[in-house]
């Protein structure tokens, strides 16, 4: 290849990848205006819960901040929030959230579909049943497992052991006849 290809490709192949950042950055942006505007999470409690400042946050929304001022990790903690708060809290379905706590009590804690069923004042086959097909339970019976999952799993989430490891994912949606 001669210099001129060479020159020329790379030149393409620079450009591309600023491309790339500048659609990562836009992309970013975009995200943090649909969590503010469409589902009116505050920038107060997006500094609260990521430790990101508040006056950066403010800026960067209103395009006077910049990107790059926000250190890899906090970058990379933002962007998986937003993302979390944009796309991965209303394509998940209520169910199918409750399940994957419940298996969470499950297996991080060895917490029972017994346990779970007299805190909730049901019975066990309607834990079973709920993790077997949610639309077999009714809505009463749902919203109190749902309740005391959601309770429990916040309660120990303050335990020292309770964080879920990289090598622990696959045993928080273990196959049914795992539970």
């Known amino acids: 290849m001669e210099s001129r290809e ?3 490709l790379v030149k393409i192949q620079l450009s591309v990848r600023g491309k790339v950042k500048y659609m990562i950055k836009d992309l970013f ?4 205006q649909t969590i503010v505007g469409d589902y009116k999470i505050t920038l107060k409690t997006l500094s ?3 430790g990101i400042n508040y006056v950066w946050l403010t800026d960067y929304i209103n395009g006077k901040g910049n990107y790059n001022d926000l250190s890899v ?3 990379s903690s933002l962007w998986d929030m937003l993302m979390m708060l944009s796309d991965g809290v209303p394509a998940v379905k209520e169910d199918n959230r409750i399940k994957a706590v419940i298996r969470v009590l499950v297996a ?3 917490i029972s579909h017994e346990t779970l069923a007299i805190y909730a004042g049901i019975e066990i086959e309607d834990v079973q049943n709920f993790m077997e097909n949610p639309d077999s339970v009714s809505y009463e019976k749902k919203y109190k497992l749902a309740t005391v999952a959601l309770f ?3 309660l120990f989430k303050k335990t020292k052991d309770f964080s879920i490891e990289e090598n622990d994912k ?3 949606m273990p196959e049914k006849n795992n539970l």
């Not at 942006?29 to 943090?32: A, F, P, Q």
């Open 6 to 8: 060479l020159y020329l």
């Open 29 to 32: 942006r975009e995200k943090l």
């Open 48 to 50: 609260q819960v990521t």
């Open 73 to 75: 990790p906090d970058r």
């Open 108 to 110: 991080k804690l060895e």
């Open 152 to 154: 429990l799993h916040y």
């Open 170 to 172: 696959w045993k928080v």
